[in-house]
């Protein structure tokens, strides 16, 4: 007999640096199989297990997630350079402290919100910049533009 077992899958182009987020979809398959396949994809950065109504909106999350990322990454270089710094320095600086964020909340599971407390004093310049950009629809935008994409 043939035993019918499909996968569907949404990564995204950081799999070339072993950082991808998978989502997978077994369809017919044992929970044998179904950890099989995980731990490839998680060896290629991280992967969950989800249902197949859901593959729409992890496209964006993950995929389209990339090119939402690099743009915010972009835009913070341009404000760099705005500020004074060599475009380079700019990008040195961004990037490590994007993925500084990112390290940090992974090894301390806080909440976001959490986190950015942390580094908001009254009346101090971080919360003025947090509010120019939400005055600006900054989450707004984040949630339409991702509303958008699924």
């Avoid at 035993?3 to 950082?19: D, G, M, P, V």
């Avoid at 942390?118 to 935008?141: R, Y």
Wanted: contains cysteine; aromatic residues 6%; negative net charge.
């Amino acid at each position: 007999y043939v035993i019918l077992l499909y996968f569907f899958f949404i990564l995204n182009i950081a799999i070339a640096e072993k950082q991808s987020m998978t989502l997978i979809v077994p369809v017919g398959a044992t929970e044998g199989q179904t950890k099989t396949v995980k731990a490839v994809f998680d060896e290629l950065g991280g992967s969950i297990i989800t249902e197949e109504r859901l593959l729409g909106a992890g496209t964006t999350l993950a995929s389209c997630g990339i090119a939402y990322a690099m743009r915010y990454i972009r835009a913070s270089v341009e404000g760099g350079v705005e500020l004074g710094f060599k475009a380079s320095d700019a990008e040195k600086i961004v990037l490590q402290t994007v993925k500084g964020a990112v390290e940090l909340l992974q090894a301390t599971g806080q909440h976001p919100e959490a986190a950015i407390d942390q580094v908001t004093t009254p009346g101090g310049v971080t919360i003025k910049g947090l509010n120019e950009m939400e005055h600006a629809g900054f989450t707004s935008a984040v949630i339409r533009g991702l509303k958008a994409g699924a």
